[in-house]
Protein backbone atom coordinates (compact mmCIF):
# COMPACT_ATOMS: atom_id res chain seq x y z
CA UNK A 1 0.00 0.00 0.00
CA UNK A 2 1.56 3.27 -0.93
CA UNK A 3 -0.85 6.31 -0.12
CA UNK A 4 0.26 9.03 -1.36
CA UNK A 5 -1.14 13.06 -1.48
CA UNK A 6 -0.82 16.83 -1.45
CA UNK A 7 -2.61 18.39 2.11
CA UNK A 8 -4.96 21.02 1.82
CA UNK A 9 -3.77 24.09 3.52
CA UNK A 10 -5.79 25.74 5.82
CA UNK A 11 -5.62 26.49 9.51
CA UNK A 12 -9.17 27.60 9.81
CA UNK A 13 -11.75 25.24 8.37
CA UNK A 14 -12.42 22.04 9.96
CA UNK A 15 -13.52 18.84 9.06
CA UNK A 16 -16.55 16.74 9.93
CA UNK A 17 -15.42 13.22 10.43
CA UNK A 18 -17.75 11.42 12.60
CA UNK A 19 -15.20 8.36 12.80
CA UNK A 20 -12.97 11.17 14.79
CA UNK A 21 -15.50 12.84 16.28
CA UNK A 22 -16.98 9.93 17.87
CA UNK A 23 -13.47 8.95 18.96
CA UNK A 24 -13.13 8.37 22.66
CA UNK A 25 -9.70 9.44 22.20
CA UNK A 26 -9.91 13.56 21.85
CA UNK A 27 -7.06 13.85 20.05
CA UNK A 28 -9.12 12.30 17.20
CA UNK A 29 -11.45 15.36 17.80
CA UNK A 30 -9.00 18.22 17.74
CA UNK A 31 -7.42 16.58 15.09
CA UNK A 32 -10.45 17.79 12.75
CA UNK A 33 -9.73 21.61 13.59
CA UNK A 34 -7.83 21.82 10.83
CA UNK A 35 -7.12 20.47 7.29
CA UNK A 36 -3.93 20.78 7.63
CA UNK A 37 -3.65 18.69 11.02
CA UNK A 38 -6.53 16.21 9.82
CA UNK A 39 -4.80 14.61 6.04
CA UNK A 40 -1.60 13.35 7.46
CA UNK A 41 -3.75 11.50 10.02
CA UNK A 42 -6.59 10.58 7.99
CA UNK A 43 -3.75 9.16 5.44
CA UNK A 44 -2.27 7.28 7.92
CA UNK A 45 -5.91 5.84 9.44
CA UNK A 46 -7.01 4.65 5.79
CA UNK A 47 -3.40 3.01 4.81
CA UNK A 48 -2.97 -0.86 5.17
CA UNK A 49 -0.25 -1.97 8.11
CA UNK A 50 2.94 -1.85 6.57
CA UNK A 51 1.90 0.87 3.62
CA UNK A 52 4.35 3.71 3.28
CA UNK A 53 2.61 7.30 3.44
CA UNK A 54 4.13 10.07 1.73
CA UNK A 55 2.43 13.94 1.80
CA UNK A 56 3.20 17.68 1.07
CA UNK A 57 2.15 19.52 3.92
CA UNK A 58 2.63 23.24 5.45
CA UNK A 59 5.94 23.59 7.66
CA UNK A 60 3.38 24.81 10.02
CA UNK A 61 1.93 21.00 10.67
CA UNK A 62 5.88 20.42 12.18
CA UNK A 63 6.72 23.37 13.87
CA UNK A 64 3.03 24.57 15.30
CA UNK A 65 2.42 24.06 18.60
CA UNK A 66 -1.34 23.05 17.99
CA UNK A 67 -0.66 20.06 16.02
CA UNK A 68 1.60 18.40 19.19
CA UNK A 69 -1.24 16.05 19.96
CA UNK A 70 -1.43 14.87 16.22
CA UNK A 71 1.99 14.74 15.85
CA UNK A 72 1.79 12.36 18.97
CA UNK A 73 -0.58 10.42 17.30
CA UNK A 74 0.27 9.64 14.35
CA UNK A 75 3.73 8.62 15.95
CA UNK A 76 1.60 5.87 17.70
CA UNK A 77 0.68 4.63 15.01
CA UNK A 78 3.74 4.84 12.12
CA UNK A 79 7.45 4.83 11.74
CA UNK A 80 8.74 8.64 10.24
CA UNK A 81 11.24 7.45 7.69
CA UNK A 82 12.08 11.00 7.10
CA UNK A 83 11.31 14.40 6.59
CA UNK A 84 12.69 16.74 3.92
CA UNK A 85 11.91 20.65 4.20
CA UNK A 86 11.44 22.52 1.14
CA UNK A 87 12.65 26.09 0.01
CA UNK A 88 9.92 28.57 0.20
CA UNK A 89 8.15 29.16 -3.16
CA UNK A 90 9.07 25.85 -4.19
CA UNK A 91 5.83 25.84 -5.86
CA UNK A 92 4.38 27.96 -7.93
CA UNK A 93 2.04 30.66 -6.33
CA UNK A 94 2.69 29.71 -2.76
CA UNK A 95 4.68 31.79 0.39
CA UNK A 96 4.99 28.75 2.00
CA UNK A 97 7.46 26.32 3.32
CA UNK A 98 6.64 23.06 2.43
CA UNK A 99 7.88 19.45 4.04
CA UNK A 100 7.78 16.68 2.10
CA UNK A 101 6.72 13.33 5.13
CA UNK A 102 7.62 10.19 4.51
CA UNK A 103 5.78 7.65 6.40
CA UNK A 104 5.73 3.55 7.04
CA UNK A 105 2.19 1.93 8.68
CA UNK A 106 2.86 0.01 11.61
CA UNK A 107 2.39 -3.88 11.15
CA UNK A 108 3.81 -7.43 11.63
CA UNK A 109 6.25 -6.39 9.24
CA UNK A 110 6.71 -2.91 10.39
CA UNK A 111 7.44 -2.86 14.14
CA UNK A 112 7.46 0.58 16.40
CA UNK A 113 11.40 1.14 16.16
CA UNK A 114 12.75 2.49 19.66
CA UNK A 115 15.46 4.25 17.26
CA UNK A 116 12.37 5.89 15.24
CA UNK A 117 13.05 9.61 14.16
CA UNK A 118 11.55 11.98 16.97
CA UNK A 119 8.84 14.62 15.38
CA UNK A 120 6.50 15.26 18.44
CA UNK A 121 7.74 18.02 19.74
CA UNK A 122 9.08 21.55 18.93
CA UNK A 123 11.27 23.73 19.82
CA UNK A 124 12.76 27.46 21.14
CA UNK A 125 14.79 28.85 18.17
CA UNK A 126 16.20 32.90 17.37
CA UNK A 127 17.70 34.46 14.23
CA UNK A 128 18.56 37.67 14.91
CA UNK A 129 15.86 38.77 17.12
CA UNK A 130 13.22 36.78 15.90
CA UNK A 131 11.92 33.67 17.83
CA UNK A 132 10.30 30.74 16.04
CA UNK A 133 9.84 27.73 16.83
CA UNK A 134 11.17 24.23 15.18
CA UNK A 135 10.44 20.40 15.04
CA UNK A 136 12.83 18.52 16.94
CA UNK A 137 13.30 16.55 14.17
CA UNK A 138 14.80 19.09 12.19
CA UNK A 139 16.53 20.22 15.02
CA UNK A 140 18.52 17.06 14.64
CA UNK A 141 18.88 16.78 11.49
CA UNK A 142 19.33 20.03 9.53
CA UNK A 143 20.91 17.87 6.48
CA UNK A 144 17.16 17.72 5.05
CA UNK A 145 16.51 21.39 5.26
CA UNK A 146 16.78 22.72 1.95
CA UNK A 147 17.41 26.52 2.01
CA UNK A 148 18.67 29.16 4.71
CA UNK A 149 17.04 30.76 7.22
CA UNK A 150 15.88 34.14 6.64
CA UNK A 151 13.89 36.36 8.74
CA UNK A 152 11.06 37.78 6.11
CA UNK A 153 7.70 39.14 6.88
CA UNK A 154 4.77 37.01 7.17
CA UNK A 155 0.90 36.91 5.98
CA UNK A 156 0.26 38.88 9.22
CA UNK A 157 2.97 41.50 8.75
CA UNK A 158 4.96 40.05 11.15
CA UNK A 159 8.68 38.87 11.23
CA UNK A 160 8.74 35.15 10.71
CA UNK A 161 11.46 32.71 10.09
CA UNK A 162 11.39 30.64 6.25
CA UNK A 163 13.85 28.69 4.56
CA UNK A 164 14.68 29.89 1.03
CA UNK A 165 17.36 28.83 -1.66
CA UNK A 166 18.08 29.56 -5.51
CA UNK A 167 15.05 28.26 -7.46
CA UNK A 168 16.51 29.40 -10.87
CA UNK A 169 17.03 25.73 -11.35
CA UNK A 170 14.24 23.40 -9.74
CA UNK A 171 15.47 20.33 -10.88
CA UNK A 172 18.84 20.19 -9.02
CA UNK A 173 16.25 20.99 -6.01
CA UNK A 174 14.68 17.62 -6.98
CA UNK A 175 18.00 15.70 -7.82
CA UNK A 176 19.05 16.78 -3.78
CA UNK A 177 16.02 15.61 -2.80
CA UNK A 178 16.00 12.25 -4.63
CA UNK A 179 19.09 12.15 -2.96
CA UNK A 180 17.66 12.92 0.64
CA UNK A 181 15.31 10.21 0.38
CA UNK A 182 17.34 7.21 -0.47
CA UNK A 183 19.73 8.21 2.53
CA UNK A 184 16.80 8.54 4.69
CA UNK A 185 15.37 5.32 3.64
CA UNK A 186 18.86 3.58 3.92
CA UNK A 187 19.05 4.86 7.39
CA UNK A 188 15.43 3.76 8.30
CA UNK A 189 16.56 0.17 7.47
CA UNK A 190 19.96 0.12 8.95
CA UNK A 191 17.77 1.11 11.88
CA UNK A 192 15.14 -2.39 10.95
CA UNK A 193 18.30 -4.43 10.64
CA UNK A 194 19.45 -3.23 13.90
CA UNK A 195 16.36 -4.36 15.79
CA UNK A 196 16.63 -7.65 13.71
CA UNK A 197 13.31 -6.94 11.43
CA UNK A 198 13.28 -8.18 7.77
CA UNK A 199 12.84 -4.12 6.27
CA UNK A 200 11.56 -4.11 2.72
CA UNK A 201 13.26 -3.82 -0.46
CA UNK A 202 11.02 -1.92 -2.40
CA UNK A 203 10.79 0.80 0.24
CA UNK A 204 12.74 3.10 -2.00
CA UNK A 205 10.55 2.73 -5.09
CA UNK A 206 7.97 3.20 -3.42
CA UNK A 207 8.71 6.54 -2.19
CA UNK A 208 10.92 8.23 -5.04
CA UNK A 209 8.97 7.64 -7.91
CA UNK A 210 5.31 9.52 -6.51
CA UNK A 211 7.53 12.01 -5.26
CA UNK A 212 9.71 12.53 -8.79
CA UNK A 213 6.10 13.03 -10.36
CA UNK A 214 5.18 15.42 -7.20
CA UNK A 215 8.16 17.47 -7.86
Keep these: DVTVTNCPFSENVSVSDKKFLSNPDKRYTKATGTLTGYFPLKMIEETKPGGIIVC???????????????????????NLIGAIRLPEGIFPDTKVNTDLLIFQKLGKKAPKLVLNNSFVNTTDQKLDNTEYRLNEYFVNHPEYILGDPVVTTGIKGLDVVKYQSDLSHPEE?????????????????????????EASTSVTDKVTKPVQKTL
Design 173 to 197: IAHKAEEMIRKMVSDYKQQTKQLHV
Design 56 to 78: LNTSGFMDNYRHTSTRELMAEKA
